[in-house]
Nanobody
Framework: VQLVESGGGSVQAGGSLRLSCATS??????MGWFRQAPGKEREGVGTFYSGGDRTFIVDSAKGRFAISLDKDKNTLHLQMMDLKPDDTAMYYCAATRYYISDAVCARMYHPEFDYWGQGTQVTVS
C-alpha cells in the first residue's frame, strides 16, 4: 500500500496550489485529503466517493478547493485556489480500507481512514 503526496509549497495569500497523491496497492471507494496545523486536530478537507464520482468539500474551503481522481493514474488531486493563511498545514492523503457509504465518506472522520500518506506541507503567508 502506498500513498505519496506531492505539490505542497509556500505561496502568498490568494495564490493556488495543486496537491497530488499517487496511490497503489489497494482499492477503496473513499479517498480524501486531510490537514493538520500545529496544535490543532486533524480535519478533513475533501473526499472523493467512487460511487457516482461524488466529491465533498469542507465548508471552509467550498468555492476554493476542488478534489478529483485520475482513474488511469490512480492519483487523487486537490486543487486549491484563493489560499489563506488559515490553510497553512500539513496535508495528508488518505483512503479507507473497507467500502463505506457516501454519507460516511462525506463526514471526513479521520479514524475511519486506514491508509495514509506521509504528508506535504502547505504554507500560506
Amino acid at each position: 500500500v502506498q500513498l505519496v503526496e506531492s505539490g505542497g509549497g509556500s505561496v502568498q495569500a490568494g495564490g493556488s496550489l495543486r496537491l497530488s497523491c499517487a496511490t497503489s496497492g489497494f482499492t477503496s471507494n473513499c479517498m480524501g485529503w486531510f490537514r493538520q496545523a500545529p496544535g490543532k486536530e486533524r480535519e478533513g478537507v475533501g473526499t472523493f466517493y467512487s460511487g457516482g464520482d461524488r466529491t465533498f468539500i469542507v465548508d471552509s474551503a467550498k468555492g476554493r478547493f476542488a478534489i478529483s481522481l485520475d482513474k488511469d493514474k490512480n492519483t487523487l488531486h486537490l486543487q486549491m485556489m484563493d489560499l489563506k493563511p488559515d490553510d497553512t498545514a500539513m496535508y495528508y492523503c488518505a483512503a479507507t480500507r473497507y467500502y463505506i457509504s457516501d454519507a460516511v465518506c462525506a463526514r471526513m472522520y479521520h479514524p475511519e481512514f486506514d491508509y495514509w500518506g506521509q504528508g506535504t506541507q502547505v504554507t500560506v503567508s
